[in-house]
């Protein structure tokens, strides 16, 4: 009889999923090894085509438009979820690489985002779609320096400032961690400002409503995401701190209409109070948040040091994708990062592509939208691409019903009413489903997700099960009635792990999984309880707006809506596309 040992078979079974999940690795020829990697996120949505495919065959007329447009001035790329925007960026990019090259030429180009995971998961795989010998990674200037560099403003940042090597380390806001440690931190110092004398006794007398959001717990969810919003896009942006002259003009400026309700010159004090100890905090914990550090650069490159490096370490050309999501201060960054020769008729050449109604902050709107038309480079050459790839006319209708929920906030007209023409075949119309409890929602929708997962050829990674709440998201994430059914994505830097969705679904919430598309999306707990909050400002209404716009666009062929008695049933936003036919409710 074979002795008992418990400890070798918890190894066994620890492993067990791996092992499930790992492609068997393709025979090879006597004495050669072979490496077998997954096919990066980026080349699945390319698709097999090569660049000169691409440019002589793929390319719609309003694409080639703006591939063709030259690169010696600033051009913007605008068009709704789904027209191919990254991709017509990654096109170009490469084709103007490459163009230079064969002439001899010696420019250095940048591909920017604002998220880590669409830079190297996404556009990466692009270019290897386009061109698997790399030939884009391995040339180099004369100065030794790569002619392509891919990444995020924040990772150039961190190369110049070296913040590691002096032991800061900066608050990530793009990934799950990085926001949730911001909202503890916020929410310590609500709480220290509802204790403090001064404020309590000379401040909340005059802003009664201020006041009673930041002693009253139950209203702090929607507090703590306004002031989030109001920090990032606005008082960190700007390098705003109590007692500067900003912070005076802060307080007297008129504000803009998507911006967090403060009536009265009050309500900003109390909110400078509470940004004031947020400070204090993170510099106890030494972090640095992200808007800290881009401060702290748009600084560095105006020394000397940066002068110096600038024509050698500088770029000739500067793709940004994602622009929606660059503050101004980020924004006014760019023009810095070329080199002096890169300037033509006094404009820089920076190609950005964006989608305001995408975005689900408001860090486009900071200093308005004449950025757009005249990003500090000089007036750009506008592009607009209409014809939509990823959704069905079904999917597309429903967006351009849910456009009409967008707040009037006399916004300019780069804000623009939906108008995507779908490519597609026609297909199924969304519907929705509504639930009595969050635990049937939750029960009965991932199961239908779990069975689509089985039935599709891309498996899980064609399913994804999007919510719009965070605090319901992180509640959902750790039961294990879900755990079991899904693959978490709690930030844009893990995409990496839609590869072991094969059987489960992929669960997130829509700005996690930006820039990427599955076949059938639940978009859960669109429900009336959100925007039910009487403080709720217009902006806040926007962002939710926008994340509701976010997530139903990632659909290509199926798109189920689905809400919960227990918060209030189904969301006014949904009245329009309903009454429109563009969605249907069924019994669930």
């Given at each position: 009889?074979?002795?008992?040992?418990?400890?070798?078979?918890?190894?066994?079974?620890?492993?067990?999923?791996?092992?499930?999940?790992?492609?068997?690795?393709?025979?090879?020829?006597?004495?050669?090894?072979?490496?077998?990697?997954?096919?990066?996120?980026?080349?699945?949505?390319?698709?097999?085509?090569?660049?000169?495919?691409?440019?002589?065959?793929?390319?719609?007329?309003?694409?080639?438009?703006?591939?063709?447009?030259?690169?010696?001035?600033?051009?913007?790329?605008?068009g709704v979820a789904g027209t191919g925007k990254t991709q017509s960026m990654a096109v170009k990019c490469l084709r103007d690489l490459y163009a230079d090259i064969d002439s001899g030429g010696d420019k250095s180009v940048a591909f920017l985002t604002h998220s880590s995971a669409l830079a190297h998961e996404i556009v990466r795989g692009m270019f290897f779609a386009?061109?698997?010998?790399?030939?884009?990674?391995?040339?180099?200037?004369?100065?030794?320096?790569?002619?392509?560099?891919?990444?995020?403003?924040?990772?150039?940042?961190?190369?110049?400032?070296?913040?590691?090597?002096?032991?800061?380390k900066p608050?990530?806001?793009?990934?799950?961690?990085?926001?949730?440690?911001?909202?503890?931190?916020?929410?310590?110092?609500?709480?220290?400002?509802?204790?403090?004398?001064?404020?309590?006794?000379?401040?909340?007398p005059n802003c009664r409503d201020l006041a009673d959001r930041i002693t009253t717990p139950a209203a702090h969810t929607s507090l703590i995401e306004e002031l989030m919003n109001e920090f990032a896009c606005i008082l960190d942006a700007e390098n705003i701190r109590k007692g500067n002259e900003k912070a005076d003009r802060y307080i007297r400026s008129?504000?803009?209409?998507?911006?967090?309700?403060?009536?009265?010159?009050?309500?900003r004090r109390v909110v400078l109070e509470i940004h004031d100890v947020y400070q204090r905090l993170l510099k106890n914990e030494h972090l640095l948040s992200m808007d800290q550090m881009i401060a702290d650069f748009s600084r560095y490159l105006t020394t000397h040091e940066?002068?110096?490096?600038?024509?050698?370490?500088?770029?000739?050309?500067i793709f940004v994708d994602e622009y929606h999501y660059f503050t101004r201060v980020e924004a006014?960054?760019?023009?810095?990062?070329?080199?002096?020769?890169?300037?033509?008729?006094?404009?820089?050449?920076?190609?950005?592509?964006?989608?305001?109604?995408?975005?689900?902050?408001?860090?486009?709107?900071?200093?308005?939208?004449?950025?757009?038309?005249?990003?500090?480079?000089?007036?750009?050459?506008?592009?607009?691409?209409?014809?939509?790839?990823?959704?069905?006319?079904?999917?597309?209708?429903?967006?351009?019903?849910?456009?009409g929920a967008f707040p009037a906030m006399n916004l300019p007209d780069e804000f623009t009413a939906y108008a995507g023409l779908s490519d597609k075949k026609n297909g199924e119309?969304?519907?929705?489903?509504?639930?009595?409890?969050?635990?049937?929602?939750?029960?009965?929708?991932?199961?239908?997700?779990?069975?689509?997962?089985?039935?599709?050829?891309?498996?899980g990674s064609q399913v994804a099960v999007l919510c719009l709440n965070e605090n319901l998201f992180d509640r959902y994430r750790e039961a294990s009635r879900v755990k079991k059914k899904s693959v978490a994505v709690t930030s844009r830097e893990d995409l990496r792990e839609l590869r072991y969705a094969r059987?489960?679904?992929?669960?997130?919430?829509?700005?996690?999984?930006?820039?990427?598309?599955?076949?059938?999306?639940?978009?859960?707990?669109?429900?009336?309880?959100?925007?039910?909050?009487?403080?709720?400002?217009?902006g806040a209404q926007r962002r939710y707006i926008s994340r509701i716009y976010l997530g139903a666009s990632r659909a290509e062929n199926r798109l189920i809506i689905a809400s919960s008695g227990e918060r209030g049933g189904r969301s006014e936003l949904l009245k329009g596309p309903l009454q429109n036919g563009s969605l249907i409710a069924i019994s669930s």
């Open positions: 009889m074979v002795p008992e040992d418990i400890q070798a078979y918890n190894t066994a079974i620890a492993g067990f999923e791996d092992a499930a999940l790992t492609e068997p690795a393709p025979e090879g020829a006597a004495g050669h090894f072979l490496i077998l990697l997954s096919e990066p996120i980026g080349m699945q949505l390319a698709g097999q085509f090569s660049l000169k495919d691409w440019c002589e065959h793929k390319l719609t007329k309003e694409q080639r438009q703006f591939v063709n447009t030259p690169s010696n001035q600033p051009i913007r790329l605008k386009m061109d698997p010998s790399e030939r884009w990674a391995q040339t180099k200037t004369a100065t030794g320096h790569p002619r392509l560099w891919i990444g995020t403003l924040y990772e150039f940042a961190q190369e110049r400032l070296g913040y590691e090597k002096k032991g800061l608050l990530s806001l793009d990934g799950r961690d990085g926001r949730e440690i911001q909202r503890l931190l916020i929410q310590d110092a609500v709480s220290a400002v509802a204790k403090d004398t001064h404020v309590v006794c000379e401040m909340f008129p504000r803009e209409q998507w911006q967090m309700y403060l009536p009265e010159t009050v309500h940066w002068t110096q490096l600038r024509e050698r370490e500088g770029f000739d050309l006014d960054a760019l023009h810095r990062l070329f080199k002096p020769r890169a300037k033509h008729l006094d404009r820089w050449p920076l190609i950005m592509a964006y989608a305001l109604k995408q975005s689900t902050n408001d860090a486009a709107l900071g200093g308005g939208v004449e950025r757009f038309r005249n990003p500090g480079v000089g007036e750009s050459v506008p592009v607009e691409l209409s014809k939509v790839f990823r959704s069905t006319p079904q999917i597309s209708a429903f967006l351009h019903d849910l456009d119309s969304p519907i929705l489903l509504e639930y009595q409890k969050d635990i049937n929602l939750i029960d009965d929708v991932f199961d239908r997700a779990v069975t689509l997962a089985h039935a599709l050829p891309g498996g059987t489960r679904c992929v669960f997130s919430m829509p700005e996690y999984v930006a820039g990427l598309q599955f076949d059938t999306v639940f978009l859960i707990n669109v429900d009336r309880a959100d925007l039910s909050d009487e403080h709720v400002s217009l």
